[in-house]
């Protein structure tokens, strides 16, 4: 049932976001040289391993001037590319994933290789579903990126502050999903998609990182 759930509604929203893909295509290419998509590896269901596809929104060789985690702040982000992630606009093309059998509509967000050959085995149980283009832990970490903002230490705070709580949602979704938990967390993404970004985030992640010291 979640794969038929998947096939029909990706397949879908494929046609209705093929001139948003257009024009957003035609503006990363005016803004910066490289490729329209990024093309990332990812670990699948049981860690298979496969490339996602993203709109870029940082320079072509961003992968070599930095880590997975990226701040708002990050001087790697194109100025199309920081329009396009604060409406998630370059996780669109994910819809190619689930509609290949890579990902699924709702789901885990799948991790780079380097996470995952760390996972312990609680956290290896993430892996028994496809990963996601959304999920709780997508909808209470809309703002991701500004709560990493002007840390000096972007990866460490990442896993200390945000990992943890996303792994604990993940696991639950693992060991509760449904069709109807689906549709649910889908309403719930749509619903805060244009939420400004909370003013403090930056601030109290630097006021945990003090205390962390």
Not at 138 to 154: A, N, Q, V
């Amino acid at each position: 049932m979640k794969r038929t759930f998947d096939i029909v509604f990706s397949a879908i929203g494929l046609v209705f976001v093929a001139p948003v893909l257009t024009v957003c295509a035609l503006c990363i290419k005016l803004d910066s040289p490289g490729p329209i998509f990024y093309r990332g590896l990812r670990a699948g269901q049981f860690g298979r391993p496969f490339r996602i596809f993203k709109l870029r929104t940082m320079v072509s060789n961003a992968e070599q001037l930095g880590g997975a985690e990226t701040p708002a702040d990050d001087p790697r982000i194109t100025r199309v590319g920081g329009f396009l992630r604060l409406y998630k606009l370059d996780e669109l093309p994910q819809l190619i994933n689930v509609l290949k059998g890579e990902m699924s509509l709702v789901g885990p967000r799948p991790e780079v290789l380097e996470e995952v050959v760390n996972y312990g085995e609680r956290e290896r149980e993430l892996l028994l579903v496809r990963p996601g283009i959304t999920d709780s832990a997508s909808i209470k970490f809309r703002h991701e990126d500004e709560l990493l903002r002007g840390s000096t230490d972007p990866h460490a705070a990442y896993h200390a502050i945000i990992r943890p709580e996303k792994v604990r949602l993940g696991l639950e979704y693992v060991h509760n999903h449904s069709v109807l938990t689906d549709c649910g967390l889908i309403l719930r993404t749509l619903a805060v998609l244009f939420q400004p970004p909370p003013d403090a985030c930056a601030e109290s992640l630097k006021r945990t990182e003090n205390i962390a010291r």
